[in-house]
């Protein structure tokens, strides 16, 4: 089991930036592929941006141009930067271990406390 904690949330005015962070600790090596979701008020968890081995990067299209996913390996670390934020980015945000295969992508694991990221318009 890998312990997941997320954090980099706040509050930002609308267009401003926040950069998140994912550590990941426990069995680590077995990780492949990290993927980031956010959950509102009164929605489902949906997948924002996933990053695989070697180049493998996939965004949601509602935040392509705006967000960058990234990780650090050896800190087991994934980032997540989120620029021209609006306020629909206003969600809970979660990190996760993924498992790809094709256009699929599914989480794998238990989630963590998620961070919260605020934008006022």
């Known amino acids: 089991q890998v312990q997941l904690v997320e954090s980099g949330g706040g509050l930002v005015q609308a267009g401003g930036s926040l950069r998140l962070s994912c550590v990941a600790s426990?069995?680590?090596?077995?990780?492949?592929?990290m993927g980031w979701y956010r959950q509102a008020p009164g929605k489902t968890r949906e997948l924002v941006a996933a990053?695989?081995?070697?180049?493998?990067?996939k965004y949601d299209d509602s935040v392509k141009g705006r967000f960058t996913i990234s990780r650090d390996n050896a800190k087991n670390t994934v980032y997540l930067q989120m620029n021209s934020l609006k306020s629909e980015d206003t969600a809970v945000y979660y990190c996760?271990?993924?498992?790809?295969?094709?256009?699929?992508?599914?989480?794998?694991?238990?989630w963590g406390q998620g961070t919260q990221v605020t934008v006022a318009s």
């Open positions: 426990g069995t680590t090596v077995s990780i492949n592929a």
């Open positions: 996760n271990v993924v498992s790809i295969r094709g256009a699929t992508i599914w989480s794998q694991n238990s």
């Open positions: 990053i695989g081995s070697g180049t493998y990067i």
